[in-house]
Nanobody, 130 residues
Framework: QVQFVESGGGLVQTGGSLRLSCAATGLDIHAIGWIRRAPGKEYEAVSCISSSDGSTYYADFTEGRFIISRDNAENTVHLQMNSLKPGDTAVYYC?????????????????????????WGRGTQVTVSS
């Protein structure tokens, strides 16, 4: 089991910034990532960072605007989101990967789809106004 404490969502204007934080606790957490679901759309993977091998993943739509980082001392992952657009409006879910990766693959290399994660948090709302 993994327990999550997500924070940092809110309302921001186009071009603004938000920082999402996720404190995850549990056994065998190899990577933490973010997944989002916009109104009327499918879930999509956003970003990932691994404490086990240091790998990261960013979805193409982040376009260099998002930065994921981890604070090992506090067991917390942050997602800094800059230059936000109305299309970024969504519920953002923190997620954890506890399964071992395949030989030769990094933990975040297979997290380009939401189903890769083993546990999800409850989500935090991000709204970007035009």
């Amino acid at each position: 089991q993994v327990q999550f404490v997500e924070s940092g969502g809110g309302l921001v204007q186009t071009g603004g910034s938000l920082r999402l934080s996720c404190a995850a606790t549990g056994l065998d957490i190899h990577a933490i990532g973010w997944i989002r679901r916009a109104p009327g759309k499918e879930y999509e993977a956003v970003s990932c960072i691994s404490s086990s091998d240091g790998s990261t993943y960013y979805a193409d739509f982040t376009e260099g605007r998002f930065i994921i980082s981890r604070d090992n001392a506090e067991n917390t992952v942050h997602l800094q989101m800059n230059s936000l657009k109305p299309g970024d409006t969504a519920v953002y879910y923190c997620a954890a990967l506890t399964s071992r990766t395949l030989p030769g693959r990094t933990y975040c290399s297979g997290t380009d789809y939401p189903g890769a994660y083993d546990y999800w948090g409850r989500g935090t709302q991000v709204t970007v106004s035009s």
